[in-house]
């Protein structure tokens, strides 16, 4: 059945409502007046297909929703500021949300174009139960994380790039700027699959906890279709369980003990080590006894750990004390020596270089725009579509065809003089 217009101004008036943007709002991210928002969703004023694409980027959704036979005002974007209205209030992160879904939508298109068509049944779900108290939540986090690790291959070493890794699980990552006290949220919606965006002002290290920590939610907590991670949350179980997944994701009980051992720390009461006689030649191999407080965690030594995991001290620390690799005391030494820089400075002297602060992003919006060149090639969309999806992650037309000549794929030039005969 055809959209009439008066149908098609209703359905713009509830994808804004449903949004939880104002009329005002809408113009100025338009660039019309109020009175022309106002006559558009009331059906007296027409409106462009540019201002159509713009509105479905604006309220985070397909333009084709618009013109669907079924229409329903109720998306996952709509879903999420229902469950969290303190973030449509939140500008930036309310426009990062929408964008961030655009794009999602618009490379889950490209990927069926392509054959790749992911959808939430391809991503890793595991059930269980609502966590009966908070060492439940712990247990059910880190047995997920090895069982994870598991699958994926990961053995006990550091893990790759962990944006590049959850995209290749199907879910859309990216950096925003979120309120403070949230470090990140997650959003899966069947339109898109799963969406994970985490605050950009957070240091890179954190940004990786950040990272597992939503993945954590897309692996366990799917049924609620929005969550967001708030520091005044942290004791919730959910959350609870959502951290230990990420500390126990990132560092691998076997991998940390590994690491531990090869700094001669952490070591049993008559482990074996090798000690070198000053002037004797071949290594002689002795049973000894580590000298009294040689097994004492150090600052230097949660520096090293947190380098060689690409996680903060601050977790290296407390997964040490999980794992009870140190006691409670020598824990707060240790927070209460970082708290006080001895952490950074150590890490500086040893010439620990701080992590790539790149967008975390910058993967995916490649990943999208070679899509969208393999669709073209193949001649799956047009040139003008690709144009418009080019947009999307802010490439201008000049660049895109600088990219496409360089691909072979330039602009074929049309014969002044007109066809040979």
């Known amino acids: 059945m055809k959209t009439t217009a008066r149908e098609l101004a209703r359905r713009l008036r509830q994808a804004r409502e449903s949004a939880r943007l104002r009329q005002e709002d809408v113009a100025r991210q338009l660039g019309i007046s109020r009175s022309a928002v106002v006559h558009i969703e009331a059906g007296r004023r027409g ?49 990062a949300l929408r964008e961030a879904v655009t794009l999602g939508r618009a490379i889950t298109g490209l990927e069926r174009l392509l054959g790749l068509d992911r959808d939430l049944a391809s991503i890793a779900h595991y059930a269980q139960p609502h966590p009966r ?109 959502a951290n230990a997944f990420a500390a126990a994701f990132l560092l691998p009980r076997e991998g940390v003990l590994q690491f531990i051992r090869s700094l001669a720390k952490g070591m049993d009461s008559r482990e074996r080590v090798e000690l070198r006689a000053e002037f004797e030649d071949p290594v002689s191999r002795v049973e000894g006894r580590p000298s009294p407080g040689s097994q004492t965690l150090q600052i230097y030594d949660a520096a090293l750990l947190a380098h060689h995991f690409g996680v903060s001290r601050v977790t290296a620390i407390y997964r040490m004390r999980n794992l009870r690799l140190i006691r409670q005391k020598d824990m707060e030494r240790l927070l209460q020596q970082e708290r006080d820089g001895a952490g950074s400075r150590v890490a500086r002297l040893l010439g620990l270089a701080a992590p790539d602060a790149t967008p975390a992003d910058q993967g995916f919006r490649w990943r999208f725009l070679s899509l969208g060149i393999e669709a073209l090639r193949r001649e799956e969309i047009s040139r003008a579509k690709l144009n418009e999806l080019s947009r999307l992650i802010g490439m201008d037309a000049s660049e895109l065809e600088e990219i496409l000549t360089a691909c072979g794929l330039a602009q074929p030039t049309v014969d002044a003089v007109g066809p040979h005969h």
């Open 133 to 241: 108290g908070k060492w439940d939540a712990v247990r059910q986090g880190e047995a997920v994380a090895d069982q994870e690790r598991r699958r994926l291959g990961l053995g006990d070493q550091p893990l790759p790039d962990l944006v590049e890794l959850l995209e290749r699980q199907g879910v859309r990552s990216a950096d925003c700027e979120l309120p403070d006290g949230v470090s990140g949220l997650t959003l899966v919606d069947p339109a898109l699959g799963a969406l994970v965006l985490v605050n950009a002002g957070e240091v890179p290290n954190k940004r990786r906890f950040s990272y597992a920590h939503e993945y954590a939610h897309v692996l366990l907590d799917r049924e609620k279709r929005g969550v967001m991670s708030r520091l005044e949350e942290r004791r919730s179980l959910p959350e609870v369980r």
């Open 47 to 95: 409106v462009s297909g540019l201002e159509l694409e713009r509105l479905a980027e604006i309220y985070g959704r397909d333009m084709s929703d618009f013109f669907a036979e079924s229409y329903s005002a109720h998306d996952g974007v709509a879903a999420f500021f229902r469950l969290h209205p303190k973030l449509a209030g939140h500008e930036p992160a309310a426009n």
